[in-house]
């Protein structure tokens, strides 16, 4: 939604597509918090989650410096076009070559 947004240059789909967006990762990243806390020894839980948070800032981060240098060569839709094109292959890739769990 987001990408079409931008391709399209419609407002609401760009906006609808962020908050989206910022809702699924704020989703994850609270489900990530959750599952560090309870599988941390509360003894080292403080270094557990500044580890965490360093790899789940860098995560996002990384994108977002991609994107720039993408920018300044190519088209800003087309590098954003790719950017979220590598982006879903790696989610995909990481959710599907995780053995499958039991959630409690």
């Given amino acids: 939604m987001f990408e079409a947004g931008l391709w399209t240059r419609s407002l609401?789909?760009?906006a609808a597509g962020t908050v989206l967006a910022g809702t699924g990762i704020g989703l994850a990243f609270r489900r990530g918090v959750g599952?560090?806390?309870?599988?941390?020894?509360?003894?080292?839980r403080a270094d557990l989650?500044?580890?965490y948070f360093l790899f789940a800032y860098t995560g996002t981060i990384g994108p977002t410096l991609a994107l720039g240098l993408l920018d300044q060569t190519i088209n800003q839709d087309?590098?954003?076009l790719i950017l979220?094109?590598?982006v879903?292959?790696?989610?995909l890739t990481g959710a599907l070559s995780r053995p499958a769990t039991a959630i409690t």
Avoid at 35 to 44: C, F, M, N, S
Avoid at 88 to 91: F, R
């Fill in 12 to 14: 609401p789909a760009f």
């Fill in 35 to 44: 599952v560090t806390q309870r599988l941390a020894d509360p003894r080292h």
């Fill in 49 to 51: 989650l500044a580890t």
């Fill in 78 to 80: 087309v590098a954003t």
């Fill in 84 to 86: 979220a094109v590598a």
């Fill in 88 to 91: 879903v292959a790696t989610t």
